[in-house]
Every structure is written in structure tokens, then in C-alpha cells.
């Protein structure tokens, strides 16, 4: 009885050793008969373009490959020498965005729209004769002194204009005074002054830069902060770059608004070009002065009374003198 058990043993194991074959010899635990999955998605080509026999990976490109051939993305210029892995995240190489915005980032937010060729370019980035070029068609042509600014130039001072911002508050202020008082009105008044300027200057570069409506934007969040002297003029550049980009846009109605206590009262001389070019756009060449005369009368602020003792000892009050020329010259004993 026992032999018989061994023989049968035997057969068992002869029986399923041949049932385990396959045509193409015995299997091994956990291998698959399927085929692999080919992992490039759509890009059909030979393995040898990018894979050679004594190394699968890392991937070597023949040189006789043309991304071009391919794709409608022209590798040249600096993205010629750019990775694969730069641009295609997966292996599956159709799903890559060729978008200029998926690699470099939009800093123009989406406000000069996705044709980035139209500034610049594969073999610089940085093409300032393109960006002056392109410039003449926006609503802020670079003219005068204008065209000497490089955007660097421009970027740089938003920048700065940013951080000063950042600093126009009651804390920064009084720390950057650690050894003298001030009352709260005096804090507000100087965080108010440190704002408006912050705010002309940021706006001023986004209109150079070509971002007009965030120019606009912030040249009226800073004019809730702009002090007036006796005479109604405004403290500060503000109105002037508000009025002067109003211009260049095209506004000239409100960009004589805003220009004209600057120019008619303050005798800023850019304020006053940047006014006689938009009465001229708007009702011709004549007639500018008597506007000026006009505009000079309406502004003029009706002073306050007072009364002072002339060189003899009596008292002269300033509403004795309505309707005669009256020089004020405010001196101090040195």
C-alpha cells in the first residue's frame, strides 16, 4: 500500500507539472500574457527615436528628430534649449499646454490678452524695440522722454510704489519717527499724504506699462486721499498724472477736469500742454485763453477778511480795498 501512495504521488506531480505548461514554456507567478500599455497616448513612432537598446531610461532623442514635425509648437530659438520634461509633464504627450501663460505666467493678468508674439519673442524675452513698436498702438504712445523709459524701468517703480503702500498706515508712520509725538490728526493726515503718493506713482507706472484701466483705478482710490491748499490745488501729483493719462486715453472731457487746478492754479507746465492738447481734440485751436480766464475765475476762492495797522498806525481792513489791485507780500524779520 505504501508504494502504490508513492507512485501515485509521483503521477500527481508528473500530471500537473505538464498541465502548467504553456506552448511557449512555463509560466512564473505573476506575469501577465497581455500586451503592456503603451503609455504616449496619440504619438505613434518608433521606440528608437527617443530609446536605445542598452538603456531604456533615461531617454536619448535621436538627432535626426524635428519636434516640428510633430506638433505645431515651433521648438526654436531659447526653447530649443529647454527640456522635454519642461513642457510635457506626463508621457502622454498630446495633453502638454502649449500656451505661452502654462509655462511663463500671465503678469498682465489677462489685460493685454493671450498673443504674447505680439511682444515678445523665442530669442529674447525682453525685446524693448518691439515693446516701443507696439506701444505706439496703445492709448499710451511712448513719446519725449517717455520712449527713453525702458519697461524695467516702469515695473520697477510699481514695485516700489507697492511697498510704499504697504507702509502708509498709523503704526509704520509713528516707528518711523520713534523720537517725536504726534497727535492722531496729524498721523492720519501723514498716512493720508503717504497713501495719495504711493497711489499717483503706482498708477503713473501702470500707465506706462500700458494697464490703463488699473492706472485709472488707482489714481481714483488715491484721490480720496489728496489734500488741497487755500486755493483748492492739490497737494501732490496726482490729478496731474490722472488727467494726463485721461488724455493719452482719449478721455479729454474729464482729462480737462482733472488737469485744470494743476494748470490753471498750480503752474505745472505738463499739466497745462497736456490741458491745451485736450481742448484743442475737443472744440479746435481757438479760444484757449479765454477758457483760461474763465476757468481761472470760477477756481478763485473769495479770501477770508482781516484787518492789519498800515504805516501811520490804523487799522485797514482787506474788504476796504474790494475792487482795487492789492499786492499781499507775506514776509518774516530775519
Avoid at 524695440?129 to 499710451?140: D, E, G, K, V
Avoid at 513719446?143 to 516700489?160: N, P, S, V
Wanted: charged share 20%; glycine share 8%; with cysteine.
Amino acid at each position: 500500500m505504501k508504494s502504490i501512495s508513492w507512485l501515485g504521488a509521483v503521477a500527481g506531480l508528473i500530471m500537473v507539472m505538464f498541465l502548467g505548461q504553456s506552448p511557449s514554456g512555463p509560466s512564473l507567478a505573476g506575469e501577465s500574457d497581455s500586451e503592456p500599455e503603451y503609455p504616449h497616448g496619440e504619438f505613434v513612432e518608433d521606440c528608437e527615436l527617443c530609446h536605445a537598446a542598452d538603456g531604456w531610461s533615461p531617454a536619448k532623442i535621436d538627432p535626426s528628430f524635428k519636434h516640428s514635425q510633430y506638433s505645431s509648437f515651433r521648438r526654436d530659438g531659447a526653447h530649443a534649449r529647454t527640456g522635454c520634461r519642461a513642457c510635457h509633464a506626463s508621457l502622454v504627450f498630446n495633453e502638454a499646454d502649449s500656451s505661452c501663460a502654462a509655462c511663463h505666467g500671465d503678469v498682465h493678468s489677462g489685460e493685454l490678452g493671450s498673443d504674447c508674439g505680439r511682444c515678445h519673442g523665442t530669442r529674447s524675452f525682453i525685446e524693448p524695440a518691439r515693446f516701443r513698436q507696439l506701444h505706439t498702438t496703445t492709448r499710451f504712445p511712448l513719446r519725449g522722454t517717455h520712449r527713453a523709459l525702458e519697461c524695467e524701468a516702469w515695473e520697477l517703480a510699481t514695485t516700489h510704489a507697492r511697498a510704499n503702500l504697504e507702509m502708509a498706515d498709523a503704526e509704520t508712520f509713528r516707528a518711523d519717527y520713534p523720537e517725536r509725538t504726534f497727535t492722531d490728526e496729524e498721523v492720519a493726515d501723514a498716512v493720508k499724504r503717504r497713501t495719495s503718493s504711493s497711489l499717483s506713482s503706482m498708477g503713473w507706472a501702470l500707465a506706462h506699462l500700458g494697464h490703463v484701466d488699473k492706472a485709472l483705478a488707482a489714481f481714483e482710490e488715491g484721490s480720496a486721499n489728496v489734500s488741497r491748499n487755500y486755493v483748492g490745488i492739490p497737494e501732490g501729483p496726482l490729478f496731474s498724472y490722472w488727467g494726463r493719462t485721461l488724455a493719452e486715453a482719449g478721455d479729454n472731457e474729464k482729462a480737462m477736469e482733472m488737469l485744470a487746478a494743476d494748470a490753471v492754479m498750480g503752474g505745472d507746465v505738463e499739466a497745462m500742454d497736456a490741458l491745451h492738447g485736450a481742448y484743442t481734440a475737443l472744440k479746435g485751436e481757438g479760444g484757449f485763453e479765454d477758457y483760461l480766464t474763465q476757468t481761472r475765475q470760477a477756481m478763485a476762492v473769495q479770501t477770508d477778511d482781516f484787518t492789519l495797522k498800515n504805516y501811520q498806525g490804523e487799522p485797514l481792513s482787506f474788504s476796504q480795498l474790494k475792487g482795487q489791485v492789492v499786492l499781499l507780500s507775506f514776509w518774516f524779520p530775519t
